[in-house]
């Protein structure tokens, strides 16, 4: 049986061994911490097909700009003499026009649908439980500005297939019967998901290692062995293990990696945190992104869930609580009778996105290595993007014809 080592238990790395199991490959996972540790386990679990628009989209660096000023605010660049970060901004404001965002609409609404298509069939038939929900999301905002600019982005989806409804106040309330909302409106996606993240990766976790698939936690991958145009063996500690193809899905790390590779890879960690408030009343029944916060509200069962910031910080995890403040204190503008306080630090979740430039993520062959397939990239996007993902690199593994055209996605792109 063919090898493949995945370095990177995450969502991206989980969801890629279980389609290679599928396929009859021997699968290793290896991660250099508890699988119960990372990004893809604290977050705020939306399935987001409404997501067609990049990150790197006119107006963005403006916003970003204004934003950088205050300590409360939902977005930060940690003042940094980095190369890789001045070539990352540099290629974030390149891909910040019309004509990119065109050229990513149709990728990531098809990589979207076939990725929610996937959770629909793991969550029936999949022998795995995770919460999973397609109550829509909602998109809550309160001035005229934003309202002009998520009209524009609701006709956007719904000229390119994804179904979107501007709400008035009171059509909002209606969806949320229990929860006063003071909102100006909001743009209603029905097609979105949400899932408990935690769940979904303890739930893979124990369905992988009954399939076979090896996960090795705290084994840090160092180095690799190499012949010719192929890498040949991973090491970890004392050990190395030999290898037919390799998947580098270690998230914000990865540049880190595929720099021992001898490959730049632009790519970001954009931190942010999470908290869960315990069964809040009132509790609201739909998931929601409160815009001019920059953050997001997701029920989990009786539980709920507040999310947001987006710092580009390197790879630290520290916890800023002046802007968990900021995430606290908008709450109430948009659910006024909900009381929430600022957690303690240790009951804040940190976590990594990787993000790349141009908000697409990474998935595809290394063009220096044939059978090192890289995945990562996902940016605010992983959990949403993690089945497709994984379908996609066993299709790459496979030499099959691949579920979707991953052009868009090439590693290479910046090269
Ligand atoms: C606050 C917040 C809210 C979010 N909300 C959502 C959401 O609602 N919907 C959504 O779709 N996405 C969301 N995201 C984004 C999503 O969580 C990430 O995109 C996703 O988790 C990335 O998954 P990954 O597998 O690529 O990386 P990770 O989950 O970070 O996994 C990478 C793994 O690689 C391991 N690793 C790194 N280097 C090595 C090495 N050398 N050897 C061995 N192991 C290594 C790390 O330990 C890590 O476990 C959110 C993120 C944040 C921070």
Known sequence: MKQVGIIGGGIIGLCSAYYLRQAGYAVTVFDRNPLTDGCSFGNAGMIVPSHIIPLAQPGMVAKGMRMLMKSTSPFYIKPRLSTDLLRWGWLFYRHSTPEHVERSIPALRDISLLSRRLYQELAQTGGLSFGWKEDGLLILYKTASAEHEMAGEAEVANRSGIEARVLSGPQVQALEPDARVEVRGAVYYPGDAHLIPDQLIRSLTAVLKAQGVTLLEGREVTGFGVQGGRITSVRAGADDLPVDALVVAAGAWS???????????????????????????????????????????????????????????????????????????????????????????????????????????????????????????????????????????????????PSMDVGPFDPGRFS
Not at 266 to 287: A, C, D, H
Not at 291 to 311: C, K, N, Q, V
């Open 255 to 401: 540049p880190l990696l595929m720099r021992l590779l001898g490959t730049s890879l632009p790519l970001q960690g954009g931190k942010g945190y999470s908290f869960m408030v315990r069964e809040p009343k009132p509790q609201i029944r739909v998931p929601a992104i409160l815009l001019e916060a920059r953050a997001t509200a997701t029920p989990m069962g009786p539980d709920l869930r507040f999310a947001g910031t987006l710092e580009v910080a390197g790879t630290d995890l520290t916890v800023n609580l002046n802007r968990v403040r900021g995430i606290v204190n908008s709450i109430r503008n948009y659910y006024p009778d909900m009381t929430v306080s600022l957690p303690d630090v240790k009951q804040v979740w940190s976590g990594l996105r990787p993000c790349s430039p141009d908000g697409l993520p990474y998935i595809g062959t290394s063009g220096r290595y044939e059978n090192l397939v890289l995945a990562t990239g996902h940016g605010m996007m992983g959990v949403s993007l993690g089945p497709a993902t994984g379908r996609l690199v066993t299709d790459l593994i496979d030499e099959r014809p």
